[in-house]
């Protein structure tokens, strides 16, 4: 699977008290990284471990998202309650046409964030 160098970037923004993100269509690009916004959009709930991605093909019916053994597919969140620039495998993200992203403790139920949180999803083309 190649990819294009045209990058674009998207915001995905999970609000006060909420632990998922609005969608962000991907339009025919693949996700290939995530990094908290630069806008101070502050650090996670203490008790955040990793982020995990809701994908869709319809923009209506979210699954998360997993790996061909089963696995989920996330990023894990440093032990300073921060996310700094993380590449994602961006053929795990080629298939879908939405993704949400989603916060998680260490037992994987979701966590509420006690402050907005943004984040800026990198997208590039699939070209074969």
Same mark, same amino acid.
């Given at each position: %699977?190649?990819?294009?160098?045209?990058?674009?970037?998207?915001?995905?923004?999970?609000?006060?008290?909420?632990?998922?993100?609005?969608?962000?269509?991907?339009? !025919?690009?693949?996700? *290939?990284?995530? %990094? %908290?916004?630069?806008?101070?959009?502050?650090?996670?709930?203490?008790?955040? *471990?990793?982020?995990?991605?809701? *994908?869709? %093909?319809? !923009?209506?019916?979210?699954?998360?998202?997993?790996?061909?053994? !089963?696995?989920?597919?996330?990023?894990?969140?440093?032990?300073?309650?921060?996310? !700094?620039?993380?590449?994602?495998?961006?053929?795990?993200?080629?298939?879908?046409?939405? *993704?949400?992203?989603?916060?998680?403790?260490?037992?994987?139920?979701?966590?509420?964030?006690?402050?907005?949180?943004?984040?800026?999803?990198?997208?590039?083309?699939?070209?074969?």
């Amino acid at each position: %699977m190649a990819f294009s160098d045209d990058r674009e970037t998207f915001t995905a923004t999970i609000s006060a008290s909420g632990s998922l993100s609005a969608a962000v269509p991907l339009g !025919g690009k693949a996700l *290939v990284g995530i %990094m %908290m916004a630069a806008t101070g959009s502050g650090d996670f709930d203490a008790n955040t *471990v990793s982020l995990q991605f809701n *994908v869709s %093909m319809d !923009g209506t019916t979210y699954e998360l998202l997993k790996d061909n053994d !089963g696995s989920l597919v996330k990023v894990v969140v440093a032990e300073n309650n921060t996310l !700094g620039a993380t590449h994602l495998a961006p053929d795990k993200f080629a298939a879908w046409r939405f *993704v949400k992203i989603s916060t998680h403790k260490a037992d994987e139920a979701v966590q509420a964030q006690t402050a907005k949180t943004e984040f800026t999803l990198i997208t590039a083309k699939v070209t074969g």
